[in-house]
């Protein structure tokens, strides 16, 4: 069977490349150019500095090997194939995850074809074109490596499996978006509706119409059958918002009809058939709330098939001028100027990046829109756009920094034995990376940014290219 051949696969062949390390031979090397070249994989140079997808393949683990996955999986995707023992494997699988490995196949010797590279290689793919994609890339704006690594997660579950979904995160980080986004990449019929339940404005006492609808006559006002939650979820989804604040109850009520996936309506005696995907969403600290019993174990355990955790936008500073650069262009649209949308000058970028945003990125799009709200004429958002109560009292350049993110990221790096040298060539590499985009390419003003002169800068940029 050929890549081509595969449900799922892309319509055009990959071309992913190989790396060596240790001692693997000219004779396996071969052959495994020719399996993958069976399977309908293409191979070509690894790119400089390394980008797409590639098999890293050795015969000899140590740290070397290591840090040579750290480096190269920052900005690829890495299929690692250990040609060691399986014991010695067993014990290296976990480290060559942390490194960064996306998978590790363990292949003492050569199988007899590449089916197990290419399996991965479709579902990888596959995830990747649905993430580029419109539908996705519009929705969920933000490139920092907490909000791809989420999102990589949503699509993944959502157009793979059919899990029940617990997305948990702090009020506005972008849950609801979430659960659209589930609904909108999961099989079923387009047609079917996502059904939002607001879980803090169920009462015991409403719930049996709110959730199970109602026969006509079934209580004094019921002129009308109702159909409720579970029966307009049908064949779609279920999005119970803030399931942390439901009521016992009604916890055991719908743990019922998630295993069985029957109810009955109201002042009916038939039982009812739905299925629906469900996902849920929350705030509260479920685990908490099963050690002191507000919150049933076992329907934890059916609404929590997967958990994605929705990051703070403390953790993903980087992505703060994307958004308001998208909230920008959402406000402007609706205006009637034929003026371009507006971008912001640098004294309300470093404001927009220095503040603190308690409510996350809803708070960002409340900043975002009072800022444009005062903005008149042609050119950028200026600092007197800012509203006298939004205003910094003190210099934006260095409050806030370094922030939690940048602490939990050395911290990290540390523990994973990474050294001092590494990780400050690793944070120069990001500083380069991060100010030649916010300058959008160019590199003199990306140098004026950096402290630096442009010689320096590309001087920089050559020895990187240079050592990858």
């Avoid at 719930?207 to 307009?232: D, K, N, Y």
């Avoid at 708070?363 to 050119?379: F, K, N, S, W």
């Amino acid at each position: 069977m050929t890549f081509a051949d595969q449900p799922g696969a892309v319509s055009e062949a990959p071309h992913i490349w190989v790396r060596f390390a240790g001692h693997v031979s000219a004779d396996v090397r071969q052959t495994l150019f020719a399996m993958l070249q069976n399977t309908g994989i293409g191979t070509d140079c690894m790119p400089s500095p390394p980008a797409g997808t590639g098999l890293f393949v050795f015969d000899a683990y140590d740290d070397e090997i290591l840090d040579v996955l750290r480096s190269t999986s920052r900005s690829a995707t890495v299929l690692v194939i250990a040609m060691v023992a399986p014991a010695i494997a067993a014990q290296a699988q976990w480290d060559l995850l942390r490194a960064g490995a996306a998978d590790v196949l363990v292949w003492p010797q050569l199988p007899r074809d590449a089916r197990q590279v290419s399996a991965r290689l479709t579902r990888w793919l596959a995830v990747q074109k649905l993430i580029d994609s419109p539908r996705v890339s519009n929705a969920l704006i933000g490139a920092s490596d907490a909000w791809r690594s989420l999102v990589r997660q949503v699509v993944e579950v959502a157009a793979f499996t059919r899990s029940s979904v617990l997305v948990n995160g702090e009020s506005g980080t972008g849950k609801e978006l979430i659960a659209q986004l589930i609904h909108d990449l999961s099989s079923h019929d387009p047609r079917h509706n996502m059904v939002i339940v607001d879980c803090t404005t169920v009462s015991a006492e409403l719930s049996g119409s709110e959730l199970f609808g109602h026969e006509r006559g079934a209580f004094t006002g019921a002129v009308l059958h109702r159909e409720g939650a579970f029966e307009l979820a049908n064949g779609g989804t279920l999005f119970l918002d803030e399931i942390g604040e439901l009521p016992p109850p009604l916890q055991a009520q719908l743990l019922r009809v998630i295993q069985e996936h029957k109810y009955k309506r109201v002042g009916s005696n038939t039982w009812q058939h739905t299925d629906f995907r469900l996902v849920c969403a929350t705030n509260r600290d479920l685990d908490a709330g099963m050690a002191d019993g507000t919150f049933r174990r076992d329907l934890y355990f059916r609404i929590a098939g997967w958990i994605c955790r929705t990051p703070s936008l403390r953790e993903r500073r980087g992505d703060i001028l994307a958004l308001a650069r998208y909230f920008v262009a959402s406000e402007w649209n609706y205006n009637e100027s034929k003026e371009p949308a507006p971008d912001f000058d640098d004294a309300v970028r470093e404001y927009l990046l220095a503040r603190d945003y308690p409510g996350n990125v809803r708070d960002l799009r409340r900043v975002v829109t009072r800022l444009l709200h005062r903005h008149t004429g042609p050119g950028p958002i200026t600092a007197g756009d800012v509203p006298e109560d939004e205003r910094p009292s003190a210099p934006c350049a260095t409050s806030g920094w370094p922030d939690i993110t940048f602490d939990t990221a050395i911290r990290r790096a540390v523990q994973l034995g990474i050294g001092l040298k590494e990780i400050g060539q690793a944070a120069t590499d990001t500083a380069v990376d991060a100010a030649i985009e916010l300058e959008q390419q160019n590199l003199h003003r990306a140098a004026c940014r950096l402290g630096v002169t442009d010689r320096a800068l590309q001087m920089r940029r050559a020895n990187r290219a240079g050592a990858a």
